[in-house]
């Protein structure tokens, strides 16, 4: 009988070595020490960074990997090495059972690459027993401050020293200040809105190197010029005293998003020297508030500036534009003025005043035969008044008062090609808008040139004699 029980348990340890050295075929308990691995260093000189994670079989059986490759290939800043074999793909791995395998990983990259972006993502995809595991990379691609899902919480000043690079989004809080000082560069992720609940100080300069600029991140082509690259700058309900002077704002969905009334006095919003450009929805869009805008463009958005649900406008030496191109198809008018929107079924409405002059509205390559549009829905207050103003339509405005309307008669501006997607706006010579301007306080243009003492030409350009 004790010879017999030893014959057992010889077979039973035989038995369970043999499972060990045999490899599962089955499903898989397979697991990571990482999901994502983020590589923070700031790269201010040539540098490589190694981080790894490791692969676990927490089985009863040795694991065949049937390969750990990079999905960008021999073309990614990423490699790695899976317990001493280099990639980018490495295959039939072999993991004891309830043991793991090392995956390390480096990045180099040339902060001296001009069109290198902020932030170079790829993932490394593990393929086994008909399962599969992504492990995601993200490293900073350039010398920037990179803050992720900031809030500003008490007053901050922004300097000019590096870019500045947002992921997650960046909000301003409630009675805190945001102040951008001259020369500023701000690249927003995909997933990263600017929200204002306080107030935000942007103080440009008439120079390209002074301008402030938001924009995407993604700065490699093609994508450094696609349109909603990222969310936009949305201000909220208590939000008040926004200044934005020599900004420009790229490649948004919506460039500026506006929301209710100025708890004060003042403008919610004043912008001056403003170019919004590319936007994949609105440029401005404000909804129930205030906004005091001159000399700014908004050119070649999807639909450029919407005033909806009444509000107190009062805009300026504007240039509003839009053309279709291989980005964008120009299928809504360039203005569009209502003192209402729709919750539903129901139709909600609020007194309106809105002041527009010397002001070109503009759009050719589309669809749309009228660039203004004015709604009147509600019995309150609503006082529309256009004068000075060049604008294409097929019927005027509705509910409005105009005076000194040029219609349909091209700007002639500068330069325009839709093929290569350049757009220069100013007005050349022989242009109806030029001298028709009101006479105003307004001393310079766009550029941060003169304006005349008498009459100023129409848009956001002054052509220079």
Known sequence: MKQVLIFLVIVAIAGTACKKDSFITGTVNLSTSADTLHFDTVFTTTGSVTHYFRIFNNNDQKLRIHNVSLAGGNNSFFRINVDGTPGPIVTNIEIDANDSAYVFVSVKIDPNAANLPFVVRDSIHIQYNQQEQWIQLEAWGQNAHFLRSHVVSSDEVWTNDKPYVILGGLQVDTNAILSIAQGSRI??????????????????????????????????????????????????????????????????YQGITTIGPSPNSNPKIVMSETIIDNCYDAGIQAVQSSVWAQNCLISNCGKNIILALGGDYNL??????????????????????????????????????????????????SIVENEVITSKQGSDAFNVDFQNCLWKVKTNPANAAMKDIIANQSPLFDSVDNQKRYYNLRLKEGSPALNKGFASSLPIDLDGLPRPVGLPDLGCYEKQQ
């Open 316 to 365: 300026n030496h504007i240039t509003a534009v839009a053309y279709t191109n291989s980005y964008a198809q120009h299928k809504d008018p360039v203005i569009q003025i209502t003192d209402f929107i729709r919750e539903g079924n129901t139709i909600v409405t609020a007194p309106l005043y809105a002041k527009i002059t010397n002001s070109i509205f503009w759009a050719d390559n």
């Open 187 to 252: 690249y927003f992720h995909a997933d990263a809105p600017l929200v204002v609940d306080g107030t935000l100080h942007v103080e440009g300069d008439r120079y390209d190197s002074t301008r402030v600029i938001f924009r995407g991140d993604r700065l490699d082509d093609p994508y450094r010029d696609y349109p909603g690259a990222w969310p936009g700058i949305y201000f909220r309900g208590e939000s008040s005293d926004n200044i934005l002077r020599y900004t420009t704002i790229k490649n948004a």
